[in-house]
């Protein structure tokens, strides 16, 4: 089982910054990709950044140029950095892992959420 915690949701004024965190814990062989996704009230769920284990990124093309995703592989935790704010940007912020255990099952986990909330 693996598990994924959350923080650093809030509330913030547009052009403003705040930053994510996430950390995975439990049956862990590997972990070959790591980031976030978010779903907006009424509005499916949108990759907004991937990391994997060599360092490449994939970020979603409304948040490029403003986050940036980071991994701190010892401590199996991922970050977003988010400047420059939009309302846009509301939405529940979702955490993803990926990889194997070790028994070489994989796995495919998510946390349950934070929400990040963007003033006008």
């Known amino acids: 089982q693996v598990q994924l915690v959350e923080s650093g949701g809030g509330l913030v004024q547009a052009g403003g910054s705040l930053r994510l965190s996430c950390v995975v814990s439990?049956?862990?062989?590997?972990?070959?990709?790591m980031g976030w996704y978010r779903q907006a009230p009424g509005k499916e769920r949108e990759l907004v950044a991937m990391?994997?284990?060599?360092?490449?990124?994939n970020y979603g093309d409304a948040v490029k140029g403003r986050f940036t995703i980071s991994r701190i592989n010892a401590d199996n935790t991922v970050y977003l950095q988010m400047d420059s704010l939009k309302p846009e940007d509301t939405a529940v912020y979702y955490c993803?892992?990926?990889?194997?255990?070790?028994?070489?099952?994989?796995?495919?986990?998510w946390g349950h959420g934070t929400q990040v909330t963007v003033a006008s």
């Open positions: 439990g049956s862990i062989d590997r972990i070959n990709a």
């Open positions: 990391r994997n284990r060599g360092g490449g990124t």
């Open positions: 993803n892992a990926r990889g194997y255990e070790p028994n070489r099952q994989t796995y495919d986990s």
